[in-house]
């Protein structure tokens, strides 16, 4: 008996505990009069204000609600357990009327989300960007489903944040550079817009590395992301930041930032130097001989011949000795002989 008597103490004590620390999830679902639910929350308690069987009526903007009968009438088959389905309502947002009593009911919104990123370090907007590492991140959230915070007891709307890794891990947490941990689950919005802090520290290289990361974030609040999970309303549209040391936007071939880039550059400009000089004439007063000698080996081969080879080929025979003796002997009696012929 003593051992069951701390059992159900235990229980009481843990139960109590639940409702202190969320109080919005025992009481979000129930709605009073002239309070705002949103197109696919499921599971509404609207006992308070309507009974089962009873019907609701909807007027289009600027109608007379008095004296005319309403552009659309809803029943309530049960009213513990009502459902704001998108064919009823989708395109009949704003007040409902208790039928025959024209006394409001409730309000009929569509639902929107919308997330950024934000560099708290240098304080710029970097959505769909690249951020440097080493900087701190926070996340704005917009949303018109603070208005839940209408019904009685709930003091936030929780949401849940999706990081997505390079790898495809869905993160449940984030940690600063000063090593605080957030929790992405269930995070309450009390306000619009909400700025979460500065809550992701890209310096922890190791649990977060280089590459680009998807965010978005999402609401499951009775059931209304199951039923309505349209991308701007009941989950934001996905957001991308790219973590890298580097910025991607720099296009300056000249800004070295790894060996890479600057091997490149280096390779870029030598041919450069090197087309320049090979194109500049030469001066004008320098003989042709300066060019041609150096620079065209075959000018040797259209010089003339010289002297002592001509001579050479010439005389193809070699001198006796005594020759021109003989010679001159020959001529003398040559000589001899015709004068006496003469006289």
Same mark, same amino acid.
């Given at each position: 008996m003593i051992m069951a008597d701390k059992i159900i103490t235990g229980i009481a004590l843990l139960t109590g505990f639940l409702i202190l620390?969320?109080?919005?999830?025992?009481?979000?679902?129930?709605?009073?009069a002239g309070n705002t639910v949103f197109i696919g929350e499921q599971g509404l308690d609207v006992s308070s204000i309507l009974s089962s069987g009873d019907q609701i009526g909807w007027w289009a903007s600027g109608a007379s609600i008095a004296g005319s009968s309403p552009d659309s009438i809803v029943s309530v088959s049960d009213a513990s357990?009502?459902?704001?389905?998108?064919?009823?309502?989708?395109?009949?947002?704003?007040?409902?009327?208790?039928?025959?009593?024209?006394?409001?009911?409730?309000? *009929?919104?569509?639902?929107?989300?919308?997330?950024?990123?934000?560099? #708290?370090? *240098?304080?710029?907007?970097?959505?769909?960007?690249?951020?440097?590492?080493?900087?701190?991140?926070?996340?704005?959230i917009d949303s018109n489903l603070v208005q839940m915070t209408q019904r009685s007891l709930v003091t936030g709307v929780p949401v849940t944040i999706k990081v997505r890794t390079p790898d495809g891990a869905i993160l449940s947490s984030l940690t600063s550079n000063s090593g605080g941990t957030t929790s992405l689950v269930n995070y309450n919005l009390i306000s619009t817009p909400q700025y979460t802090g500065s809550i992701w520290g890209t310096s922890n290289r190791d649990t977060y590395l280089p590459g680009t990361y998807t965010v978005w974030v999402e609401c499951n609040v009775n059931q209304m992301n199951d039923n309505y999970g349209q991308s701007g309303k009941t989950i934001s549209s996905k957001v991308t930041v790219l973590n890298q040391d580097r910025n991607p936007l720099i296009t300056d071939k000249s800004y070295v930032t790894n060996p890479t880039t600057a091997i490149t550059t280096a390779t870029t400009r030598i041919p450069?130097? *090197?087309?320049?000089?090979?194109?500049?004439?030469?001066?004008?007063?320098?003989?042709?001989? #300066? #060019?041609?000698v150096p620079e065209i080996p075959s000018t040797v081969e259209t010089l003339p011949p010289s002297p002592a080879i001509v001579e050479s080929t010439v005389v193809p025979t070699t001198h006796v000795p005594g020759f021109e003796a003989g010679l001159a002997i020959a001529a003398a009696i040559f000589g001899l002989v015709l004068y006496p012929k003469r006289k």
């Open positions: 620390i969320c109080p919005a999830a025992a009481d979000i679902n129930k709605i009073s357990n009502f459902y704001v389905t998108q064919s009823d309502f989708a395109s009949r947002t704003g007040s409902w009327y208790v039928l025959p009593a024209k006394t409001i009911a409730f309000m *009929v919104a569509d639902p929107y989300l919308d997330l950024i990123v934000e560099d #708290t370090t *240098v304080g710029v907007d970097v959505t769909n960007k690249w951020v440097p590492t080493d900087d701190e991140l926070r996340f704005r450069a130097i *090197v087309t320049t000089k090979e194109t500049t004439p030469l001066p004008t007063t320098l003989p042709a001989t #300066t #060019t041609l």
